[in-house]
């Protein structure tokens, strides 16, 4: 777009400054937010000597030594750690999205006594942070005997994300249109059946909420270390934990056991980015 | 909305299946977290066995005896540093990243955009180990990058005056993205037209920014306050992983969040005490909805919300 008003600009310095110095703060930054990120897994491919001489240098040739992974796979059961991670995390998100579906069904697709008492009940637990509630959630797992177990876990991340769910599916819910569930009423369809027909119609909102809420559950230290801190249901995140503080002499073990906890959440960032960074930006537009 | 009174089942009927679609979440959400906070606010109000109802003798404890206040003093005194650290050196960080981010025909923005954000999704216990690590005098890298600097290298994480910024420092490393992303979207939101108006009247892109896009999307900076608000004043992770549930050294990196977990969880030789336990929470608590309602209140009231 060329202004003529602004023509004179053009013969500004400022015109190829202004995008060079933009580039250079930017890369700048970027480079001090990816460069320890970098230099952590160039070095969990090196033996103990080459992390200290030659720290900088990539592991190819004869410095590379997977020293660190044998290491970390002999001393801990890290596969079962990311299993329980997995298991955690896939059967919280599950809970989330179809008792959180349901709900945000109930509440928009019907009229009753009390809906808006319960679509406010719902919502009061987006604004406060239930860490503060550990102790009688502690107390609670014991009374239920589920403590160490990866169930104590599931139950509080979905319990923790439910009012997240139901209030952005509720949002996506109403515009169903209802003609369609008419329709189907009409064809004999129960109520049941007539829900199953709209799941399928939320899937891009049940796609940004798994995303949106996988990280935190993910990566969540405070609960697996007070509810779930035994060996059977320990997760990646407390084992890599436990790990670091134990071996905090042998440099490739610890950069090793870094990288492999990394590696998962950073996959998974770099395929979901884009929906990501739009579901957690989604709705703040407008303040 | 219109209704179509036939399709609707009969009013008198009960409708099961509305039970159905709400009970399994609203069982698991009371069960698991309206009921343990409201069990919270109880067992903060009984004695430590829990047998006695002692009314707020424990928050008495907790504000009076010389065996509580000095180290909640300590606690809140280093959360809020750490809070003000956020808002000075996070926030606009983040607000010039965003800025940036959002000149004209930048190239590589996506780019840019994903690998600044990508330290956020990385769990507290990577990037407390990372820069225990860098940091570490062991392997050199800190020595080294201050040498090439000029700076004289301390072992910043290690000692009592440096540590808890220090701390601060990794954590707003870590969280620049989350600012970075909301300031973003708000600046997204800014009219075209607007922009292209005052370019014509011959506004510089200075005065273009804290002219006409920052008071539009000062509402923004006012949710971005009060998250960070939230989430320092729950902060907990970085610090065990980084500096152990005591919070060396000598307690220097003592936050809100690492107290109330030695508090009921225990420590070395000191056994867990549940009545205090969440009698810290509740404080925490308070200080929370404090805040939130003088954003609400206060902030929200005097901000000028423009209709994009």
Known sequence: MTQPKTAPNALRPSRWLTPLLVHVILGSYTLLAIAPVILVVMNSFKGSQAIFQKPYLPPIGE???????ATVF???????????SLLVTLGSIGLILLLGAMTAFGLTEYRFRGRGFLSLYALIGLMIPIRLATVSILKLMVALNLQDTIWSLILVYSAQGLPMAIFVLSQYMRQVPSDLKDAARLDGASEYQVFWLVVPLMRPALATL??????????????????APGEASRTLTLGAQQFLGQFQTDWSALLA????????????????????????TAGTVKG | MKELPMLRPNKSRPRWHIAVFLAPALLLYSIVMVFPLLD???????????????????????????QWWPY???????????????????????????????????????????????????????????????????????????????IRYRPWLGLES????????????????????????????????????????????????WRVKFPLILPTVGIVSILTFIGN????????????????????????????????????????????????????????????????????????????
């Open chain 1, 63 to 69: 410095l590379f030594d997977p020293v660190g992974y």
């Open chain 2, 162 to 209: 440096t540590s808890l910024p220090t701390v601060a420092l990794i954590s707003i490393w870590q969280f620049v993205g989350i600012p970075m992303l909301f300031f973003m979207t708000a600046l997204l939101a800014v009219p075209q037209d607007i922009l292209e108006a005052a370019r014509v009247d011959g506004a510089s892109a200075w005065q273009l920014f």
């Open chain 1, 210 to 227: 798994a995303i949106f809420v996988m990280l935190p559950i993910w990566n969540d230290l405070w609960f697996p270390l007070v509810l």
């Open chain 2, 40 to 66: 919270t606010l109880r067992l903060s109000l009984f004695s430590s066995d829990g047998a006695n109802f002692v009314g707020v003798s424990n928050y008495q404890r907790l504000f009076t005896d010389s």
């Open chain 2, 233 to 308: 004043f729950n902060a907990f992770d970085l610090v065990y992983t980084a500096k152990g549930a005591l919070a060396g050294p000598n307690f220097s990196t003592d936050l809100l969040g690492t107290f109330f977990y030695r508090t009921f969880y225990g420590f070395q030789l000191q056994l867990g005490d549940y009545a205090m336990g969440t009698t810290v929470a509740m404080v925490i608590f308070l200080i929370i909805l404090f805040g939130s309602l003088l954003y609400l209140l206060v902030w929200q009231r005097k901000v000028v919300s423009y209709e994009l």
């Open chain 1, 74 to 84: 002999k001393q801990t059961a890290i596969l079962h750690y990311l299993g329980n």
């Open chain 2, 72 to 150: 909640f003093w300590r606690a809140l005194k280093n959360t809020v540093l750490f809070f003000l650290l956020h808002m000075l050196l996070q926030n606009p960080l983040g607000l010039l990243l965003a800025a940036l981010l959002d000149s004209k025909n930048l190239r590589g923005r996506s780019i840019y955009r994903t690998l600044l954000f990508s330290p956020t999704m990385l769990s507290f216990v990577i990037v407390g180990f990372i820069w225990q690590l860098i940091l570490s005098p062991t392997w050199g890298i800190a020595p080294a990058i201050s040498d090439f600097l000029g």
């Open chain 1, 257 to 280: 056991m870094l990288t492999l906890a990394i590696a998962p959440v950073l996959v998974l960032y770099l395929i979901f980015s884009r929906q990501l960074i739009r579901g957690l």
